[in-house]
């Protein structure tokens, strides 16, 4: 699907175009949502060098993902996507030329419809295509602050299940979780700041000082949000020693509970395997309180036994 984004008497139109007509002259952004090879074909036309695939939009070598020829500046970047729980990465593909951004995605990206809705809406003005392309990477960054806020929310009630024994399966699932998504809205937030920085070393010369006063603010802004990535990092992993450390309490304190039993019951299993020789020379076969005795033996080593523990606090 190919759509165009017409800027013209300061109104934004949008507007789907097929492979028979051409790019309207005051296109500022066009993006193609999973094009077929009859798009591709189409769009190699107005390109010097082979449309990217999504083999190629998914390379992670920095040659691959930033550089410049005659069509532009050329830049890869991963992009956060929300699915449930979870955070996945989607790798976008930006062409940024002279009269117009153009976009090549294999899926559907939350940012691209949340600019898509203020566009319409008009709660963004670009009259050009840097600046909807700086637009679009302050709402990542945006959403990168939230993500981690997010996960921020989830730790603080992941702290007070730790110590609830009943909870300790859902706990490290969550962790586990919250782990693998601070890993990708970190390595989305190094992709995002390697773009930006690459940007600002070789396109500085079509940028003007406010989109340059842009883009230096949302560098700083990263540098802002490493050390709390880090943070959760750190967190992650003090709450997984904290519940690997209680977990394994709570199993010391079960194997705890049968080395007592089986030492309590052994003074008495002594006593019965003893009386259950059968020798003619044992006297207390022939007495009539021989089992009485015998089992009140074993009562008072149990008991004994128990209580020498008590004595010693072992219990």
Do not use: C
Request: aromatic share 12%; proline share 3%.
């Amino acid at each position: 699907m190919i759509t165009a984004y017409i800027y013209e008497n300061r109104q934004l139109t949008v507007t789907e175009i097929n492979i028979q007509d051409s790019i309207p002259a005051s296109t500022i952004w066009l993006d193609l949502y999973k094009p077929d090879d009859a798009e591709r074909e189409w769009l190699s036309h107005f390109s010097v060098e082979e449309v990217p695939d999504e083999e190629d939009i998914n390379e992670i070598e920095a040659s691959a993902r930033f550089y410049q020829n005659s069509d532009g500046l050329h830049i890869n970047s991963l992009f956060p996507q929300r699915v449930g729980q979870d955070v996945r990465g989607v790798n976008v593909s930006f062409n940024l030329r002279t009269n117009f951004l153009l976009t090549i995605r294999e899926e559907d990206v939350g940012l691209i419809r949340l600019l898509r809705n203020y566009l319409r809406l008009g709660r963004l003005e670009v009259s050009t295509p840097q600046e909807l392309f700086l637009e679009l990477f302050n709402l990542k960054v945006d959403y990168l602050s939230d993500l981690i806020e997010d996960v921020y929310t989830v730790l603080e009630n992941v702290g007070e299940q730790v110590f609830d024994s009943e909870e300790l399966d859902d706990v490290f699932k969550l962790i586990t979780l919250q782990e693998d998504s601070n890993g990708k809205i970190r390595l989305s937030l190094l992709d995002t700041q390697r773009s930006l920085r690459y940007m600002q070393r070789y396109y500085r010369g079509q940028l003007s000082d406010e989109h340059l006063k842009d883009l230096r603010e949302m560098l700083s802004d990263i540098e802002s949000l490493m050390p709390h990535s880090q943070f959760i990092f750190d967190k992650l992993n003090f709450l997984l020693d904290a519940a690997m450390g209680f977990s394994g309490l709570q199993q010391n304190k079960i194997i705890k509970i049968f080395s007592v039993a089986a030492v309590v019951f052994l003074p008495p299993t002594l006593i019965a395997s003893s009386y259950g020789m059968n020798f003619n020379g044992m006297p207390e076969l022939q007495w009539q309180y021989g089992y009485p005795m015998a089992i009140l033996m074993m009562l008072a080593s149990a008991a004994g036994t128990y209580f020498f523990f008590k004595r010693k606090h072992w219990l």
